[in-house]
């Protein structure tokens, strides 16, 4: 029977050993980590470079309603894109002009009192610049008093008169239908007692009544389409005379006004001059406003307000027990419109106001600014601040100017709006941001500057080179990455013309393009740590 003698193991096979048995699980614990490290490198790339970018925002909003009766109240909804942090409104129908942060600012509400197709427009800002929404013809804003009978259907607006509303018993009166809307239905009430009536046909639209009792009636009329119905009444509107009363005498109407013309909005004080003792007065002032008709000292001599430009007729109707007379004067007020600087000069000092069309930028920068002041100005001085020469000028050119930066910085913009009665100055600080055209070369993703670069120049004959502080056309960029753990210093240079540029990046997991810096890196620190293993078991292998 054979012996088995066990053989002898020496020092350098039990190192053997050891080393071939500790090779394989450091291998996977270096490759497994390289993944790890991998994986979350490129992640917290997208991260670092997904955030830091801001952007002018993007102007933009709707409104709740367009179209619609004064007064009309809207409700404007911002819908910019780009995260703004302040909002600026004009509502175009002159009033002043809104700047906020708050929520206010951003969705506002707005009346609009007078009739008129208005522009409206938004300016979206944040940090890195501002936007602006210009919407034309936006709002319409119908008078109350006038519908548009070209709009979708609408309920009608009544209306009607007579051919006469005075005179003796019997007293036959002829109503003539005058209402807006298209109504095809008419109710009558003709105030003294008699049966409604109500239908269709053009008897019913202009029907005729006998009022056969002295006495002061009321009339109704109720204009009826398939959107709605509207009524209008007209109290002490007939008057019914009996035999007794010939002999007294129904008054002579006759009026005055303390002024004929002015700037709109123009305030007129209308003094009633009737002989014959009215006790009642009817006015119609002519420009769509309600007719009003009372027995008081106030409709006796009203005061009334003309809001826009126009001539109008005025009609004064006298009343008493007897009948009524009515004086009509045509073209009697005259109103001229406010904001015509050919007819009215300026009665208040200008409120000045601007914007850019840029607010940020690299040098040579052109800035176009825009004049948005009220008030009517004639004259515009601005100070750009760079220092360059202040303007001031009364044509087109000085009111909306373009300024071209030459140099970085960042600049304060002063507007002075000038006019006969006046003046007044907007300055807004730190509003142009003027960079260098340097740094966009020499800039990475997240807005900071690359240091630690060396640029050179190389002679062609004796490739000596040459440091410099601005990259010519043709250049090397040299980095220098050590690797303590072999001590081994390893240099790469990389060369840069105008058309192929490269990056290079002092930190390796800044570069935004790819995790290609960092893989390279990992993948050299492995291959050392391999190489130290491989060295190490050779070496021993020589013992």
């Known amino acids: 029977m054979s012996k088995i003698i066990p053989k002898k193991v020496n020092k350098r096979d039990r190192l053997d050993l050891i080393i ?24 917290d790339g997208v991260e670092e470079y997904t955030t830091d970018t801001e952007y002018a925002p993007d102007a933009e909003f709707s409104a709740d309603v367009i179209w619609g009766y004064a007064p009309l109240t809207v409700k404007f909804t911002d819908e910019s894109t780009g995260n ?9 129908d002159g009033s002043p002009i809104i700047d ?59 209306e009607f008169s007579a051919d006469v509303t005075s005179g003796y018993v019997p007293l036959t009166v002829k109503f003539t239908d005058e209402s807006t809307g298209n109504p095809t239905e ?30 002061i009636y009321e009339v109704k009329e109720t204009a009826i389409n398939s959107a709605g119905r509207n009524t209008e009444i007209k109290t002490g509107y007939i008057t019914v005379k009996s035999l007794e009363q010939i002999s007294e005498k129904e008054p002579d109407a006759e009026f005055s006004v303390d002024v004929t013309s002015g700037y709109a909005p123009l305030t007129v004080k209308f003094t009633d001059k009737s002989p014959g003792n009215p006790t009642e007065w009817k006015w119609n002032f002519g420009d769509g406003s309600p007719i009003i008709d009372g027995f008081t000292l106030t409709y006796q001599n009203p005061t009334h307000t003309y809001e826009k430009a126009g001539v109008y007729e005025v009609k ?52 176009k600014f825009t004049d948005e002041s009220t008030g009517h100005p004639t004259e515009w001085k601005w100070n750009f601040g760079d220092g360059s020469p202040i303007i001031d000028g009364t044509t087109s050119d000085y009111q909306n100017p373009t300024h071209t930066y030459e140099k970085a910085g960042v600049y304060e913009v002063k507007e002075t709006a000038i006019n006969s009665v006046g003046r007044n100055t907007e300055i807004k600080t730190e509003y142009i941001t003027v960079k260098s055209s340097k740094d966009i070369e020499n800039t990475d993703y997240s807005g900071s500057q690359i240091s630690d670069e060396k640029y050179f120049t190389r002679d062609s004959q004796d490739e000596s080179d040459t440091e410099t502080d601005v990259p010519p056309q043709t250049q090397i960029i040299e ?16 060369f840069i013309d105008d058309k192929d540029t490269n990056t290079i990046y002092n930190n390796p997991s800044s570069d935004p393009s790819n995790g290609d810096s960092i893989v390279n890196n990992i993948i050299t620190v492995i291959g050392s740590i391999i190489s130290a293993v491989i060295v190490a078991y050779i070496q021993t292998k020589r013992k």
């Open 84 to 92: 703004p942090t302040e909002w600026k409104w004009n509502f175009g």
């Open 479 to 494: 980095t220098i990455t050590q690797f303590y753990t072999t001590h081994v210093e390893d240099i790469s240079t990389t």
């Open 20 to 43: 071939s048995t500790l090779t394989a699980p450091l291998l996977f614990i270096i490759i497994f980590s390289s993944i790890v490290l991998i994986a979350v490198a490129q992640i």
């Open 100 to 158: 906020g942060t708050t929520s206010d600012y951003q969705n506002p509400t707005y009346t609009y009192e007078k009739a008129g197709v208005y522009e409206v427009k938004e300016t979206a800002i944040n940090s890195a610049g501002r936007n602006t929404e210009i919407k034309s013809h936006y709002i319409t804003v119908v008078s109350p008093y006038d519908p548009d009978p070209q709009s979708p259907e609408y309920a009608p607006d009544a």
């Open 186 to 215: 008419w109710k009558w009430n003709f105030g003294d007692g008699s049966d409604i009536i109500d239908g269709t046909t053009s008897d019913y639209q202009n029907p005729t009544h006998t009022y056969k009792k002295a006495g």
């Open 316 to 367: 004064e109707t006298a009343i008493n027990s007897a009948g009524r007379n009515t004086e009509i004067k045509a073209g009697y007020i005259t109103v001229k419109p406010s904001d015509d600087s050919d007819l009215q000069p300026s009665k208040h000092t200008p409120n000045a106001e601007f914007f850019a069309d840029i607010t940020s930028g690299y040098a040579p920068l052109a800035v």
